[in-house]
């Protein structure tokens, strides 16, 4: 079930400047997890990602992902210590069309002579929330055994 | 329409049975096979939606090979696309042939079974040079048509093996051009600075094309046997290569089995990057008795010969030979069992991988203006076996086929799963 990206990842994901990291997974299982700058969210709650390169590991993984109902996942991290993962599914990519023209323009406008080979379409399905802070909180709340008893301690050790 | 009429398909697996029996195969690719081998129908629903301002449609001014397999020429879609890329080729077919129905389903187009959904679908662009003419007033869209992402050059659409009653059993393309002649829509001998400005008016449009394709029926005269296809060939090629920087560009031929010094020419004089040569059917009684032409001009050995010779002049990944999948089960005289045609065809396609020649099928589509008009395809499993046999060939021989992959053609169930390559 798709879900809607809350207003402060779409800013993140939409800041070139801000590192997104996407990772896919080969025929094997074996991951790949490369940075792109390349992702952004659609105006239909979609995330957009411009593959570049036809033959690269990413392309093969999201095209057997989109094949085998495989999922991706983008990991992004902000400036001020955001950190949020995003599962999603591609569902779609397209190759030619009024959208891939845009991008293939706006790409070569921005990085020169290069190729464009699709705009992949990835539906979100879940985002957490990895500040490490938010996340010590949930498991303190959550999974109270998971804690070493010095951090428990009256007097902590130093 | 009655629906005892319709064409039953009781004891062959379903789509979705295919589906779950091989799981290695994407569901999107069976899916597109399917509608291969069944055809289409336009509900008026989805003909509703049909701008030919934005859309390619059928216009008979274009000079197409094949007709369609209602024997109809309208100006339908030319054909569709589905969510990952894969493009259908695909044409309008009797109802009574039991096709699928492309209708539109919560306001989306999309391909329909039984009142079952399968997938949404798109048409497919109309590129804006169409709306263009040469400087010596030839409408551009009869020069070229387009794909998604392909160009496409007919340079005849006259098969000189259908002179002697020799064409091919399963083809249609001389009965087609016989047709569109007596519709008064027959094209004029294109000329080579047409051909050019087409190019060059084709390429401002950023991203659109990542080929350009050159085929037509065979032509045997010249000095030697086929030397006038070959000049007509290098003619155009040169034509097109005026519009690039690089003395070689992304393209395709799909010829006649030309010798090595023919194929010397074509590789030194002109930008062609790759050579496809069809056989259309991998077993030499078969193709005797269905490419009569071909097996009398040349002959079955001699043409796999000159494939495998071309690869030393074009390269390893470079070369195929097309194959009509199915017909090889035609009746009389064609396989009794799918397992035994499977067999021999991969048998014969693994003798030409083995040498750098790749193989790629089109589903066979009996079209009203052939010999084999009255016969049926294959089945949806064998034809997903095939695709999944030449793509396996494909992995164990190191062999690319860029030049005509789901993007660069998209008529090839086989040559779509080569993404993974």
Not at chain 1, 22 to 50: C, M, Q, R, W
Not at chain 1, 117 to 146: A, M, Q, T
Not at chain 2, 355 to 367: A, D, E
């Amino acid at each position: 079930m798709a879900i809607q990206l809350s207003s402060e990842l779409q800013v993140l994901l939409n800041d070139r400047k801000v590192y997104k990291a996407l990772a896919t997974v080969d025929e094997a299982g074996i991951p790949d997890v490369v940075l792109k700058h390349s992702i952004f969210t659609a105006e239909d709650g979609n995330i957009h990602y411009l593959e570049l390169l036809e033959s690269s590991r990413t392309n093969h993984n999201l095209v057997r992902a989109i094949w085998f109902d495989g999922t991706v996942s983008i990991a992004v991290t902000g400036p001020d210590k955001q950190r949020f993962q995003i599962k999603g599914r591609p569902v779609e990519v397209h190759i030619t069309g009024p959208l891939f023209e845009k991008h293939y323009v706006e790409v070569r406008q921005s990085l020169g002579d290069v190729e464009l080979s699709g705009v992949w379409v990835i539906e979100p399905l879940e985002v957490i929330d990895e500040n490490i802070s938010f996340r010590r909180k949930e498991e303190d709340v959550n999974r109270p055994y998971f804690r070493h008893l010095d951090r428990l301690a009256k007097t902590p050790h130093k | 329409m009655s629906v005892a009429l319709k064409r039953t398909f009781q004891n062959e697996l379903t789509l979705n049975e295919v589906v779950t029996q091989y799981p290695d195969i994407p569901r999107l690719v069976i899916i597109k096979t399917d509608v291969q081998r069944r055809g289409i129908h336009y509900t008026e629903r989805a003909l509703s939606v049909v701008d030919p301002e934005i859309h390619l449609v059928n216009d008979p001014a274009i000079s197409e090979l094949f007709g369609s397999r209602d024997g109809v020429e309208k100006p339908l879609p030319a054909s569709l696309l589905l969510r990952d890329g894969t493009s259908i080729l695909v044409s309008s077919t009797p109802l009574e042939e039991n096709p699928y129905l492309v209708d539109l389903v919560d306001g989306r187009l999309a391909l329909v079974d039984n009142g079952e959904f399968i997938e949404h679908v798109e048409f497919w662009r109309k590129p804006r040079f169409y709306d263009l003419k040469t400087s010596s007033g030839v409408p551009m869209r009869q020069i070229f048509s387009a794909r998604p992402q392909r160009l496409s050059i007919v340079q005849s659409s006259y098969c000189h093996f259908w002179t002697d009653h020799k064409g091919c059993r399963f083809c249609d393309i001389n009965n087609n051009n016989k047709k569109r002649n007596e519709d008064a829509k027959a094209r004029p001998r294109i000329k080579p600075q047409d051909i050019s400005e087409t190019i060059r008016e084709a390429l401002k449009e950023p991203g659109r094309f990542t080929g350009i394709c050159l085929t037509g029926g065979s032509v045997l005269a010249g000095n030697g046997l086929f030397d006038k296809e070959v000049d007509l060939y290098i003619e155009t090629l040169q034509a097109i290569g005026e519009n690039f920087a690089t003395k070689k560009f992304p393209s395709q031929l799909i010829s006649s089995a030309f010798n090595e010094k023919q194929l010397k020419r074509l590789y030194d004089e002109t930008g062609l990057m790759s050579y496809t040569s069809d056989l259309e059917v991998l077993n030499e009684d078969k193709f005797n008795w269905i490419c009569p032409g071909k097996a009398d001009n040349v002959g079955y050995q001699e043409w796999k010969q000159r494939l495998i010779r071309s690869v030393d002049i074009f390269g390893k990944g470079h070369v195929a030979t097309g194959i009509v999948g199915g017909v090889e089960l035609a009746k009389p005289y064609g396989f009794i069992s799918e397992d035994e045609a499977l067999r021999s065809t991969l048998d014969e396609a693994e003798s030409l991988a083995e040498n750098g020649v790749t193989t790629i099928f089109v589903v066979w589509s009996p079209r009203p203006g052939s010999d084999f008009h009255e016969q049926q395809n294959a089945s949806l499993d064998y034809y997903v076996r095939l695709a999944s046999g030449l793509h396996q060939l494909r992995v164990k021989y190191g062999l690319t086929v860029d030049f005509d992959d789901y993007r660069r053609c998209g008529n090839h169930p086989d040559s779509d799963l080569a993404r993974l390559i």
